[in-house]
T-cell receptor
Framework: QKEVEQNSGPLSVPEGAIASLNCTYSDRGSQSFFWYRQYSGKSPELIMSIYSNGDKEDGRFTAQLNKASQYVSLLIRDSQPSDSATYLCAGGAGKSTFGDGTTLTVKP | GAGVSQSPSNKVTEKGKDVELRCDPISGHTALYWYRQSLGQGLEFLIYFQGNSAPDKSGLPSDRFSAERTGGSVSTLTIQRTQQEDSAVYLC???????????FGDGTRLSIL
């Protein structure tokens, strides 16, 4: 079992819809979790960090952490074509481990 | 401020040659990571440096790969006797501490002919 698993993609949503990206992790000692966005041909860039149970909102992005169930999710509200990218979940106790990513396409 | 800097941005070399890839992390960041990413694939962890601790080399795919970090700052990833399967983008990232978010450089695109 991989330390960090992401829901298999690709994911396609219409413009204006909510995109939901999910991630589970196996190490119960994990304390910090991150969502990165990677556009084709570019490096990953951090979009959200979350350390505590519950929701964390930043603009159109909401990260959710449930340590009891060992999952992390990212919601993108009012999805835009510019949100089309691969989203990487990372987490761990110390050194972060990355999931394989979920490719999101937002169709105009 | 300056981000993570990687050089060269592109490297083309012949099979069997040795290559060195350089990473200059964000000043003050104690953790430094190397990853490899093949086209359309996820990040493959290679090696992790944290302060003065022994590096975590668990991701290095073979003994042809090695890395060092001098003075807790600049890091060099060396690939000896390159093979065509080594062709990929090599990404370096640094973080303030081990459990902090990572900041990535632009990568080195390595092509082995």
């Amino acid at each position: 079992q991989k330390e960090v698993e992401q829901n298999s993609g690709p994911l396609s949503v219409p413009e204006g819809a909510i995109a939901s990206l999910n991630c589970t992790y196996s190490d119960r000692g994990s304390q910090s979790f991150f969502w990165y966005r990677q556009y084709s041909g570019k490096s990953p860039e951090l979009i959200m960090s979350i350390y505590s149970n519950g929701d964390k909102e930043d603009g159109r992005f909401t990260a959710q952490l449930n340590k009891a169930s060992q999952y992390v999710s990212l919601l993108i509200r009012d999805s835009q074509p510019s949100d089309s990218a691969t989203y990487l979940c990372a987490g761990g106790a110390g050194k972060s481990t990355f999931g394989d990513g979920t490719t999101l396409t937002v169709k105009p | 401020g300056a981000g993570v800097s990687q050089s060269p941005s592109n490297k083309v070399t012949e099979k069997g040659k040795d290559v060195e890839l350089r990473c200059d992390p964000i000043s003050g960041h104690t953790a430094l990571y190397w990853y490899r990413q093949s086209l359309g694939q996820g990040l493959e962890f290679l090696i992790y440096f944290q302060g003065n601790s022994a590096p975590d080399k668990s991701g290095l795919p073979s003994d042809r790969f090695s890395a060092e970090r001098t003075g807790g700052s600049v890091s060099t990833l060396t690939i000896q006797r390159t093979q065509q399967e080594d062709s990929a983008v090599y990404l370096c990232a640094s973080s303030l501490q081990r459990d902090q978010p990572q900041h990535f450089g632009d990568g080195t695109r390595l092509s082995i002919l």
